[in-house]
Nanobody, 114 residues
Framework: QVHLVESGGGLVQPGGSLRLSCVAS??????GEWAWHRPAPEKQRERV?????????TYIGSVKRRFTISRANNGNAVYLQIDNRKTEDTGVYYC????????WGQGTQVTVSS
């Protein structure tokens, strides 16, 4: 069974950058998309970024120009660069692989606070 292991979260101050990582425990052996989600008011989770099989990235409006999603060359990891951190970025960030099956990471806590 494939697991996604996330890292990179923590308690940080506003401003600056943070990079989250999500690595598959084994070769995913397939074509898929990657996404990052976080909790949102009145939603269980909202998708903040997605990178598709053509490496086209899409973002929700509130994180555009601050978040950058990218994938590893071997396709077995995804990253989320958060620039100019804001307090509203606080939350648990979950990665998700969308392929023949959907696989979720366990989440990594990001707390942005002065």
């Amino acid at each position: 069974q494939v697991h996604l292991v996330e890292s990179g979260g923590g308690l940080v101050q506003p401003g600056g950058s943070l990079r989250l990582s999500c690595v598959a425990s084994t070769d995913l052996r397939g074509i898929g998309e990657w996404a990052w989600h976080r909790p949102a008011p009145e939603k269980q989770r909202e998708r903040v970024a997605l990178i598709d099989t053509d490496d086209t990235a899409t973002y929700i409006g509130s994180v555009k120009r601050r978040f950058t999603i990218s994938r590893a060359n071997n396709g077995n990891a995804v990253y989320l660069q958060i620039d100019n951190r804001k307090t509203e970025d606080t939350g648990v960030y979950y990665c998700k692989w969308i392929g023949a099956v959907n696989i979720w990471g366990q989440g990594t806590q990001v707390t942005v606070s002065s």
